[in-house]
Each structure stands twice: as C-alpha cells, then as structure tokens.
C-alpha cells in the first residue's frame, strides 16, 4: 500500500524558515510528480508546488510563493521536500503532500495524498 507521510511543520516566528519533507513508501513502479498543496482554515485547498519528473525535471511554483519556497527531491526521487524561506502569517495552513504515480507497470496513474502537516507562522 503507498503512503506519503510528511513531516518538518510547526509554529515559526515571521521570517523565519521550515523545511517540509514527503516521504514515500509501499509498492510503487514510478512517479511521475510530486507536489504541495495547502489548506488554511476556511479556504479551499491550494497549490503551492510541483516536480514533475519527465524526460527533465520542471517545477511549477504559486505566485504566492515564488522567491521565498523550493521544492527539491533526493536522488531516488521518492522524497520531496519543501524549503519555506522568510514565512508570513499567511503562510499558515495544514501542507499536504500528493504524487502522481502508479504502482505497476500496468497500473494507472493515479494521485496520492499524505495526512498533512501543520504550520503555524506568528506575528
């Protein structure tokens, strides 16, 4: 059974930084990428990052955050992280890992998702 399990949240002052990480885990044959989304309370859940693993490694970033996060992966590719640089108040949401990947080589492609993690940013 495939799992992503994150970790690395937590309560920061503003302008401070955490680094997320995703592991994954179980029967998997390829990925084909690995993102970030966030939900804040009260909002719909959104985008914050992709990896898309093709022929080249391409990533897609929110408005919102470009400048201050980084995605990255391990070579295995089956990490990903999240590096939060200078974190505002708005920043604070539960983060959740997701990965396009099938499990076989006759498998589908499908979307997987981890439990989330929680980060607070303080004023």
């Known amino acids: 059974q495939v799992q992503l399990v994150e970790s690395g949240g937590g309560l920061v002052q503003a302008g401070a930084s955490l680094r997320l990480s995703c592991t994954t885990s179980?029967?998997?044959?390829?990925?084909?990428?690995m993102g970030w989304y966030r939900q804040a309370p009260g909002k719909q859940r959104e985008l914050v990052a992709t990896?898309?693993?093709?022929?080249?490694?391409?990533?897609n970033y929110a408005e919102f955050v470009k400048g201050r996060f980084t995605i990255s992966r391990d070579n295995d590719k089956s990490t990903v992280y999240l590096q939060m640089n200078s974190l505002k108040p708005d920043d604070t949401a539960v983060y959740f890992c997701t990965a396009n990947l099938r499990e076989t080589r006759w498998s589908v492609w499908q979307e997987y998702w981890g439990q989330g993690t929680q980060v607070t940013v303080s004023s």
């Open positions: 990896l898309t693993y093709t022929t080249t490694t391409s990533t």
């Open positions: 179980g029967s998997i044959a390829s990925i084909r990428s």
